[in-house]
């Protein structure tokens, strides 16, 4: 069977435009692919030298740059499993992190590679923001020769490429399992499905920590030849001025209701536009509208999850409806079930279940799971959909309690267990509500112990020092007590309501 390493399929797709620019950016020294490849190479030889083994884990806390991304790309050349977390997890999550992947080698900041090798007596290497450390200049001192020039390691379609942190009510974060042949299968479809072509410019604002960032932007780019336009996150004006340079453009909400508060955003700047995609939450269809109006382009919204990548994307050329996230990508097959698992009339909503060569094998280390997370080889999303007479379908709701604020995943319980351990509490319940820049904005409700008092602020500063700062409540309300249905679980809809204008105007 011929290699199916996927950093080979993504080499294929720009080998004929090397010399091309792969990375480029404000205060970036731009990159060829070939530059890009011998970089890739360098970390590969130096992995190795560290002692480093095919199926070994390398887990990374870094902040967003080029050479944070050869990181990745050189665990896919070398084998390694590449396992990455959001820079801004706190010591206690990457304490986690380490405890649950056993990895062989940790990179990240100096502070936290510090804290690691402490702690842990764990291989360590420094990569800053700007992506200088002791792993870059190891790496620069690496002398490549013809052998390792060619060298790709030989890997299955299923060998393990990407640990993705994800999470449920339970609040334990999972690390789903992503393979070689999962990473290809979805790179292929999305490419073909929405146009691509080596001519592409893509405007990169996202984090490189999670699917949509790592995964289905730069693994377009790299299929094609395409120039990335690298940025470290997302600010609106300059945005607005890197436009005319590019044609495609990949965000969540939040940064296209800043982008609409940009006087200059009109359709003489997204001339050179081909393609506006959105995803990790819906987009408000006041956005959708107001977005459509402003520059004469149409965002097009998709769906999927870490453990799947992409599943659901509004047509290229067709009709895309606010509110939808449109039809099944190729190869990718879906059912709609009741909570017994049985499917439920079209029309009617239900839990999402999916399969397809994108979907994960399951989660890392937890076999038990595994078995409830999936039903007849279908994978149990937990997401409430519709599915309209001609197969578009629409996201109702979760029925999991996760929150996606500013386009990452927020879950209640990770934060109630912080609250709720914390002097003069008796029970919070976290919960999400639509706020007009995040999307989502998160809540929660405190109930204090009899007879003590709470000052919100000081909790806030509590829950700072254990979690990060996307997960922190924007509000923390106090509340007598929690409404219960006759089982005893707190209705979580009803707080909503309850609270639902908070953070309206």
Known sequence: MSNQNFYLQLKQ????SADKPFITGPGIDSITYAEGDAATERLSVLFKAMGLAPGDRILTRTAKSPMALMVYLACLRSGLIYVPVNPACTRDELAYFIGDTSPSLFIGDQEHAEFV????????????????????????????????????????ADD???????????????????SHGNLAANASVLYESWGWSGDDVLLHCLPIFHVHGLFVATHLAMLGGSTLIFLPGFNAPTVLDLLPKATVFMGVPTYYTRLLQVAGLDQNACAGMRLFVSGSAPVLEETFHAFQQRTGHTILERYGMSETGMLVSNP???ERLAGTVGYALDGVQTRICDEQ???????DIGVLQVKGPNVFSGYWGKPELNASEFQDSYFITGDLVSQQPDGRLAIVGRNKDM????????????????LDTQPGVQESAVFGIPHPDFGEGVVAAVVPASGS????????ATAREHLAGYKLPKS??????????????????????????????
Do not use: C
């Open 13 to 16: 797709g720009w080998q004929s």
């Open 316 to 318: 290229l050329k067709g």
């Open 117 to 156: 090798a402490a702690q842990f007596s764990l291989l360590t290497r420094t990569l800053d923001a700007q992506g200088n450390g002791s792993l870059t200049d190891e790496s620069q001192k690496v002398q490549l020769t013809d052998e390792q020039d060619i060298l790709i390691h030989e890997s299955q």
């Open 160 to 178: 393990i490429a990407v640990l993705i942190y994800t999470s449920g009510t339970t609040g334990a974060p999972k690390g789903a399992m992503l």
């Open 453 to 460: 008092t709470v000052d919100t602020d000081t909790l806030l």
């Open 341 to 347: 698992g049985q499917e439920v009339t079209r029309g």
């Open 403 to 418: 929150i996606i604020s500013g386009g990452l995943n927020v879950y209640p319980k990770e934060i109630e267990t912080i």
């Open 476 to 505: 923390i309300v106090l509340v007598d007590t929690l409404p219960r249905n006759t089982m005893g679980k707190v209705q979580k809809n009803r707080l909503r309501e309850q609270f639902g204008q908070l953070f309206q105007p």
